[in-house]
C-alpha cells in the first residue's frame, strides 16, 4: 500500500521515537518527531501535518495529563482539520477519555501493540480523506439489531460510543447514567458483547427490587440452613456471574447501611455466602447505572464516597431523546418494523403529520416511552402507514399535567427528588390509579414505578 499523510509524533521519550520513527515511516508519507510540544504551533505553521501522536505527559514528576490536554486544544485551534490521537498509559485512561471529548480522534495505551497503534492512525487519517472527498464522517453507523444495539447517527451520542467501544475491552468498572428510559440496560448489554467476557454470562440485578433482608442471600448466596426457608444452598448473582459481567442497575437504591457490604465484595473480588465463614473469590467485571446523581447523594450522606469511586472508574453518560432529535425518527422506523411483524400488521411507514408529532415530542420518558407509544400505535394501525392521531400524543406535551385542585402542584421545587414524587404522583391520578398506564406515561417499568411509589409512600 502507498504510504500516505504526514504524522507528527510528539514525545519525551527519545527512546520511544525511535521505534516509532521505524515503524510508522513504513507506513506514511513523512513521520516528523519531536520531543517537546512547545515547537507545535511553529511546526503546524510550516508543515501540512495530518495527524499527531500526542503524549500526554512532558514535565518531569508531573503525571496529571493536563498538558496533553492543553496541547490538544492548541492542535485543534491551529489546525482545526488534523486529527489528534493521544497517546498515554493505562492509568490514564480517564484523561484520555477527557480528551476524545475535547476533540482527539482516538487514543492508544502504552505499552502499545504495533499492529492496534497502525490501525488507529490509518483509520484517523481516513477520516481525513473522507472529509476531504466531502463525504461526512463514518464512525458512527447504525448496527442491526443483532450484531447490537442501534446507536443512531447524531452528534450527541457519537462520543458515547466512541468510548464504549474504547472501553469495553478492559475490565475497568463502569459507571452508566442517564435518565429513565434512555437505554442504560441496553449499553450495559452492548459493552458485555463487546467484551473479552462475552463468552461469559452476564447478569443483571435490579438493586431497587432486592429487600433489604435479601440482600446478601441475592448477592452472595447462602448454605443450606442458614436461615428459615434455606431448605439448599442457593447461588448468589456474584457468583453466578463468574467469568462475566455482573450489572447493577438502579444502584442508588440501595440503602446507606448496606453499601459497606457490597463495596467490600466489589474490593476483594471474593464475598462470604450467609451461613458460612470461608470467602469465596469471583472473576467479574462490574456495571452499574443508575438515574440520579452520586454526588449529590454523597454530599447529602446518602451514597457512600468511596463505593463512588469504586464503581466509578469509567463514567458513560447517555444523553436524553430530545437532546438527539436526528435519532428520533430512525428509532421509532425501527420499532414500526419490530412490532408490524409480531402484531401481523402492514403499517410501513409514517405519514408526515405523525412524523412531524413524533419529532415534537418532548420524550420524558425517551426511548422506552417511544418504543411504547409506536407499540400501541402500530396495534391501533389499519392501513399502511401510520397517521399522527395513532400515537395518542397530545400537541404540546410537557410531561404530565397538573391535577387541578392539586394543592401540591403550586408548590416550588427544591430537590429533584421532590420534582420526581410529584410527578409520579400527578402521573398516577392522572391514570385514576392504574399503575400499567402511569408507568407508561412516565417512561419506566411498572416495577420501577411500585419502587418510587415506596420511595416517596405514596
Same mark, same amino acid.
Given at each position: 500500500?502507498?504510504? #500516505?499523510?504526514?504524522?507528527?509524533?510528539?514525545?519525551?521519550?527519545?527512546?520511544?521515537?525511535?521505534?516509532?520513527?521505524?515503524?510508522?515511516?513504513?507506513?506514511?508519507?513523512?513521520?516528523?518527531?519531536?520531543?517537546?510540544?512547545?515547537?507545535?504551533? =511553529?511546526?503546524?505553521?510550516?508543515?501540512?501535518?495530518?495527524?499527531?501522536?500526542?503524549?500526554?505527559?512532558?514535565?518531569?514528576?508531573?503525571?496529571?495529563?493536563?498538558?496533553?490536554?492543553?496541547?490538544? @486544544?492548541?492542535?485543534?485551534?491551529?489546525?482545526?482539520?488534523?486529527?489528534?490521537?493521544?497517546?498515554?498509559?493505562?492509568?490514564?485512561?480517564?484523561?484520555?477519555?477527557?480528551?476524545?471529548?475535547?476533540?482527539?480522534?482516538?487514543?492508544?495505551?502504552?505499552?502499545? &501493540?504495533?499492529?492496534?497503534?497502525?490501525? =488507529?492512525?490509518?483509520?484517523?487519517?481516513?477520516?481525513?480523506?473522507?472529509?476531504?472527498?466531502?463525504?461526512?464522517?463514518?464512525?458512527?453507523?447504525?448496527?442491526?439489531?443483532?450484531?447490537?444495539?442501534?446507536?443512531?447517527?447524531?452528534?450527541?451520542?457519537?462520543?458515547?460510543?466512541?468510548?464504549? $467501544?474504547?472501553?469495553?475491552?478492559?475490565?475497568?468498572?463502569?459507571?452508566?447514567?442517564?435518565?429513565?428510559?434512555?437505554?442504560?440496560?441496553?449499553?450495559?448489554? $452492548?459493552?458485555?458483547?463487546?467484551?473479552?467476557?462475552?463468552?461469559?454470562?452476564?447478569?443483571?440485578?435490579?438493586?431497587?427490587?432486592?429487600? +433489604?433482608?435479601?440482600?446478601?442471600? +441475592?448477592?452472595?448466596?447462602?448454605?443450606?440452613?442458614?436461615?428459615?426457608?434455606?431448605?439448599?444452598?442457593?447461588?448468589?448473582?456474584? $457468583?453466578?456471574?463468574?467469568?462475566?459481567?455482573?450489572?447493577?442497575? &438502579?444502584?442508588?437504591?440501595?440503602?446507606?447501611?448496606? #453499601?459497606?457490604?457490597?463495596?467490600?465484595?466489589?474490593?476483594?473480588?471474593?464475598?462470604?455466602?450467609?451461613?458460612?465463614?470461608?470467602? #469465596?473469590?469471583?472473576?467479574?467485571?462490574?456495571?452499574?447505572?443508575?438515574?440520579?446523581?452520586?454526588?449529590?447523594?454523597?454530599?447529602?450522606?446518602?451514597?457512600?464516597?468511596?463505593?463512588?469511586?469504586?464503581?466509578?472508574?469509567?463514567?458513560?453518560?447517555?444523553?436524553?431523546?430530545? &437532546? @438527539?432529535?436526528?435519532?428520533?425518527?430512525?428509532?421509532?422506523?425501527?420499532?414500526?418494523?419490530?412490532?408490524?411483524?409480531?402484531?401481523? @400488521?402492514?403499517?410501513?411507514?409514517?405519514?408526515?403529520?405523525?412524523?412531524?408529532?413524533?419529532? &415534537?415530542?418532548?420524550?420524558?420518558?425517551?426511548?422506552?416511552?417511544?418504543?411504547?407509544?409506536? $407499540?400501541?400505535?402500530?396495534?391501533?394501525?389499519?392501513?399502511?402507514?401510520?397517521?399522527?392521531?395513532?400515537?395518542?400524543?397530545?400537541?404540546?406535551?410537557?410531561?404530565?399535567?397538573?391535577?387541578?385542585?392539586?394543592?401540591?402542584?403550586?408548590?416550588?421545587?427544591?430537590?429533584?427528588?421532590?420534582?420526581?414524587?410529584?410527578?409520579?404522583?400527578?402521573?398516577?391520578?392522572?391514570?385514576?390509579?392504574?399503575?400499567?398506564?402511569?408507568?407508561?406515561?412516565?417512561?419506566?417499568?411498572?416495577?420501577?414505578?411500585?419502587?418510587?411509589?415506596?420511595?416517596?409512600?405514596?
Amino acid at each position: 500500500m502507498a504510504k #500516505q499523510g504526514i504524522l507528527l509524533v510528539v514525545d519525551d521519550n527519545r527512546n520511544i521515537l525511535t521505534s516509532l520513527q521505524y515503524l510508522l515511516g513504513e507506513y506514511f508519507e513523512r513521520v516528523i518527531t519531536i520531543d517537546s510540544p512547545v515547537t507545535i504551533p =511553529t511546526l503546524l505553521n510550516r508543515e501540512a501535518v495530518d495527524i499527531v501522536l500526542l503524549d500526554m505527559n512532558f514535565s518531569s514528576g508531573i503525571n496529571s495529563g493536563n498538558e496533553g490536554l492543553y496541547w490538544l @486544544r492548541e492542535i485543534k485551534r491551529l489546525r482545526p482539520q488534523t486529527e489528534v490521537v493521544l497517546f498515554t498509559a493505562y492509568a490514564d485512561i480517564n484523561l484520555a477519555v477527557t480528551g476524545i471529548k475535547e476533540g482527539a480522534a482516538d487514543f492508544v495505551v502504552k505499552p502499545w &501493540e504495533n499492529a492496534r497503534l497502525v490501525q =488507529t492512525l490509518q483509520e484517523a487519517y481516513s477520516r481525513i480523506v473522507e472529509v476531504r472527498k466531502g463525504k461526512k464522517k463514518t464512525a458512527v453507523v447504525p448496527v442491526a439489531s443483532d450484531a447490537g444495539m442501534y446507536w443512531g447517527n447524531s452528534q450527541a451520542i457519537r462520543p458515547l460510543r466512541m468510548l464504549v $467501544e474504547k472501553v469495553s475491552t478492559t475490565d475497568a468498572n463502569i459507571l452508566i447514567t442517564g435518565e429513565n428510559g434512555t437505554g442504560k440496560d441496553m449499553l450495559a448489554r $452492548e459493552i458485555h458483547r463487546l467484551s473479552n467476557r462475552k463468552e461469559g454470562p452476564m447478569i443483571a440485578v435490579d438493586m431497587g427490587a432486592i429487600t +433489604e433482608s435479601l440482600f446478601e442471600s +441475592e448477592l452472595f448466596g447462602h448454605v443450606k440452613g442458614s436461615f428459615t426457608d434455606a431448605h439448599t444452598d442457593r447461588i448468589g448473582r456474584f $457468583e453466578a456471574a463468574d467469568g462475566g459481567t455482573l450489572f447493577l442497575d &438502579e444502584i442508588a437504591n440501595l440503602p446507606y447501611h448496606l #453499601q459497606a457490604k457490597l463495596l467490600t465484595a466489589i474490593q476483594k473480588r471474593c464475598f462470604v455466602k450467609v451461613g458460612s465463614n470461608t470467602q #469465596q473469590p469471583t472473576n467479574i467485571r462490574l456495571i452499574c447505572a443508575t438515574n440520579r446523581n452520586l454526588e449529590d447523594m454523597v454530599r447529602n450522606g446518602e451514597f457512600r464516597e468511596d463505593l463512588l469511586y469504586r464503581i466509578n472508574t469509567i463514567h458513560l453518560h447517555i444523553p436524553a431523546l430530545r &437532546e @438527539r432529535k436526528e435519532d428520533i425518527l430512525p428509532l421509532a422506523k425501527r420499532f414500526l418494523e419490530q412490532y408490524a411483524r409480531q402484531y401481523g @400488521r402492514q403499517v410501513q411507514a409514517f405519514s408526515p403529520e405523525a412524523a412531524r408529532r413524533l419529532l &415534537e415530542h418532548p420524550w420524558y420518558g425517551n426511548i422506552r416511552e417511544l418504543q411504547h407509544t409506536v $407499540e400501541k400505535a402500530v396495534i391501533l394501525s389499519d392501513s399502511d402507514k401510520l397517521r399522527g392521531d395513532m400515537l395518542q400524543l397530545a400537541s404540546t406535551a410537557s410531561g404530565p399535567e397538573p391535577v387541578a385542585g392539586n394543592a401540591e402542584a403550586e408548590v416550588p421545587f427544591h430537590t429533584l427528588d421532590e420534582m420526581e414524587r410529584s410527578m409520579v404522583k400527578r402521573a398516577i391520578d392522572q391514570c385514576e390509579g392504574n399503575l400499567s398506564q402511569a408507568a407508561a406515561m412516565l417512561g419506566i417499568t411498572r416495577q420501577t414505578l411500585y419502587n418510587k411509589m415506596k420511595r416517596y409512600g405514596l
